[in-house]
């Protein structure tokens, strides 16, 4: 099994900043791709940035919305994965969810939230205009 804690959640005013951080235990040495998802109420999870783990240069992939302001990354000394989210906006309002997965993502299906096996209890970003 793996664990997933998410933190670094809040409150900011549009054009601000936040990192989240999402600290993985348990049997991380099966885990080679690690993603934050979120869910804006009455919304479909969906993708928001993945991270290949598994050793190499750490593919990233992001959804169209957050490219350019978002940034995933790796500290695998800390079995941690974190979400730089520059230049926020009122529609990035969310429950972000961290995920983590043992088997390959091929093409665009690194974005669908059925794609991946362990999950975080989330946590809240919330973007005032």
């Known amino acids: 099994q793996v664990q997933l804690v998410e933190s670094g959640g809040g409150s900011v005013q549009a054009g601000g900043s936040l990192r989240l951080s999402c600290a993985a235990s348990?049997?991380?040495?099966?885990?080679?791709?690690m993603g934050w998802f979120r869910q804006a109420p009455g919304k479909e999870r969906e993708g928001v940035a993945g991270i290949y783990t598994g050793g190499g240069g750490g593919s990233t992939f992001y959804a169209d919305s957050v490219k350019g302001r978002f940034t995933i990354s790796q500290d695998n000394a800390k079995n941690t994965v974190y979400l730089q989210m520059n230049s926020l906006k009122p529609e990035d309002t969310a429950m972000y969810y961290c995920a983590a997965d043992p088997r390959p993502k091929y093409g665009g299906s690194w974005y669908e939230p059925a794609e991946w096996y362990y999950w975080g209890q989330g946590t809240q970003v919330t973007v005032s205009s």
């Open positions: 348990g049997y991380t040495y099966s885990i080679k791709y």
